[in-house]
């Protein structure tokens, strides 16, 4: 079974600080996504990387950056946190299809609620 | 929006009753994805389906697609409390970058009371 570990169950962080939020696959999936979920929001797309090094950004990057120094591992990087960026983060990873990584079955970990006081 | 719209919001029925779930979408998709979550966990794939596709089972569980319509349903047969969780449809798309990606609606919470 596909397994994807975020580091943290539960963070809570201040205003300003940088956060580093981290996720690692383990079925060498080349695609790999980070979703923030809000209550009435669902899931928004924040950053996805189809390759080591390769970024696109989503619905919502402002505020975040990501690293993918290796396939396993997508970071999420909030440069300043802010109040507004409390919420539930979502890491996922899906292998390519024959169009798009659009058509496969994305897996997620279990999230990370994040608290910035 | 490019996200898929589930009808009802919320659903609660007896054990071992069938729940139905809708999803309604706004442009083309090649496939359309049901997704589970339990409280507070991440989720998880149920069930994709093509859109040259018009029905598709998987345990308990049938989907169908109507492209005619932007519409899909949801049925879980014979339902059970551990069912009790929140259901999520998700289309694919072109997003504001002209990448394909996944679109994901806001969900029906489902509750099952034994």
């Known amino acids: 079974d596909v397994k994807v570990t975020q580091s943290s169950r539960y963070l809570v962080k201040r205003t300003g600080e940088k956060v580093f939020l981290e996720c690692v696959q383990d079925?060498?999936?080349?695609?790999m996504f980070w979703y923030r979920q809000d209550p009435g929001l669902g899931l928004r797309l924040i950053y996805f990387?189809?390759?080591?090094?390769?970024?696109e950004k989503g619905d919502i990057p402002e505020g975040y950056s990501v690293s993918r120094e290796k396939k396993e591992r997508f970071s999420l990087i909030l440069e300043s946190a802010s109040t507004n960026q409390t919420s539930m983060y979502l890491c996922?990873?899906?292998?390519?299809?024959?169009?798009?990584?659009?058509?496969?079955?994305?897996?997620f970990g279990d999230g990370t609620r994040l608290s910035i006081l | 929006s490019q996200q898929g719209e589930e009808d009802p919001q919320a659903l609660s029925i007896q054990e071992g009753e069938n729940a139905t779930m809708n999803c309604s979408y706004k442009?083309?998709?090649?496939?359309l994805q049901w997704y589970r979550q339990n409280s507070g966990r991440g989720l998880v794939h149920l069930i994709l389906?093509?859109?040259?596709?018009r029905e598709k089972h998987s345990g308990r569980l049938r989907v169908t697609l109507d492209t005619s319509k932007k519409s899909s349903s949801l049925l879980i047969t014979a339902s059970r409390a551990a069912d009790t969780a929140s259901y999520f449809c998700?289309?694919?798309?072109?997003?504001?970058?002209?990448?394909?990606?996944?679109?994901f609606g806001t969900g029906t919470r489902l509750t099952v009371i034994p």
């Open positions: 442009t083309s998709i090649n496939n």
């Open positions: 998700a289309t694919d798309g072109v997003d504001q970058t002209g990448a394909n990606n996944l679109f």
């Open positions: 079925m060498d999936h080349e695609n």
């Open positions: 996922a990873s899906s292998s390519t299809g024959i169009l798009a990584y659009s058509n496969q079955p994305q897996h």
């Open positions: 389906i093509r859109s040259n596709e």
């Open positions: 990387s189809y390759d080591v090094k390769m970024k």
